[in-house]
């Protein structure tokens, strides 16, 4: 069974940067894709990044050139590096996958949260201006 637990949110001013980390276990990246998701209060949940199945990466374009996405599969933690936060970054994020994901990066990213099956619980991620 594929858990998924994020770590490393918290409070930061507008310029500032954090790390994420997401702990997977019970997933196969070969045959999977895995992403991160932010949902701010009173809006819908949202895309930040996708690796597919090959390790491609697709990011939305209010984070493109600010945030980064890695796999370690040796560690078995998903990353995103958040560089140059806004307060519009201000929400919550969660981590997914699904364990069968077959097209590239940016087709998944395009497809929306809605078809990955397994999900963290979510790490709070705050921007103070």
């Known amino acids: 069974q594929v858990h998924l637990m994020e770590s490393g949110g918290g409070s930061v001013q507008s310029g500032g940067s954090l790390t994420l980390s997401c702990a997977v276990s019970g997933h196969t990246y070969e045959s999977g894709c895995m992403g991160w998701f932010r949902q701010a209060m009173g809006k819908e949940r949202e895309t930040v990044s996708v690796?597919?199945?090959?390790?491609?990466?697709s990011y939305s374009e209010s984070v493109r050139g600010r945030f980064t996405t890695s796999l370690d599969k040796d560690k078995n933690t998903l990353y995103l590096a958040m560089n140059t936060l806004k307060p519009e970054d201000t929400a919550m994020y969660y981590c997914?996958?699904?364990?069968?994901?077959?097209?590239?990066?940016?087709?998944?990213?395009?497809?929306?949260?809605?078809?990955?099956?397994?999900w963290g619980q979510g790490t709070q991620v705050m921007v103070s201006s």
């Open positions: 997914a996958a699904d364990s069968s994901c077959f097209a590239q990066a940016s087709y998944i990213l395009r497809q929306g949260p809605s078809r990955f099956a397994y």
């Open positions: 690796i597919d199945s090959v390790q491609r990466k």
